[in-house]
């Protein structure tokens, strides 16, 4: 699915393909930008479709929440009318993991800065606009940059998964099995 929304933002862009992304015009760029603004703004619609769909059909946010990576609290927040929702998954109970955001950081300095909290504990799970959100562990985590894909089988082999994805970038992240610093 990634591949063919790629492909969609740069074929609406103009562009042949994304290794030409490291040497483009001015006017490519914004052509780029805007293309994957119009996609953003329309898999977030299809996205909150499909949660409307499910809630109607009964599926809990909890089981919503998982789905996404994220806690029943905040798909509820992100895309449910908490008063209409009031008291809904009221046993669920909290999500136990740590979250935070860390940022700004930008192409220059995020992999050092991903670098040091890993070795807090942190690792990336999703990526924004001049940040990522991270969830803490008891261990400590490498974090690779890649150019718009997922892991290789050698990635794989090796313990890498993906944590999150930019456009253009993705993240994969690798737990190191030793114990946080503090």
Not at 153 to 158: H, K, P, S, Y
């Amino acid at each position: 699915m990634r591949d063919t929304i790629t492909r969609s933002i740069l074929d609406a862009a103009g562009l042949d393909s994304p290794a030409v992304e490291m040497h483009l015009t001015t006017d490519e760029h914004l052509a780029l930008i805007r293309a994957s603004s119009d996609a953003e703004r329309d898999v977030r619609a299809i996205l909150r479709q499909a949660v409307e769909s499910a809630r109607a059909g009964g599926v809990s946010w909890a089981a919503i929440g998982a789905e996404l990576g994220m806690t029943r609290q905040a798909a509820q927040q992100r895309f449910g009318d908490a008063r209409a929702d009031a008291g809904t998954d009221a046993a669920a109970g909290a999500d136990a993991a740590e979250y935070r955001w860390l940022g700004p950081v930008t192409a220059f300095d995020e992999m050092a800065e991903l670098e040091l909290a890993g070795r807090a504990g942190w690792h990336t799970v999703e990526a924004g606009m001049l940040r990522h959100r991270m969830v803490r562990t008891d261990t400590q985590w490498e974090t690779k940059r890649l150019i718009w894909r997922g892991p290789s089988r050698r990635d794989a082999e090796q313990g890498w998964i993906v944590g999150a994805s930019m456009f253009p970038w993705a993240y994969l992240v690798r737990d190191r099995g030793i114990p946080a610093e503090q």
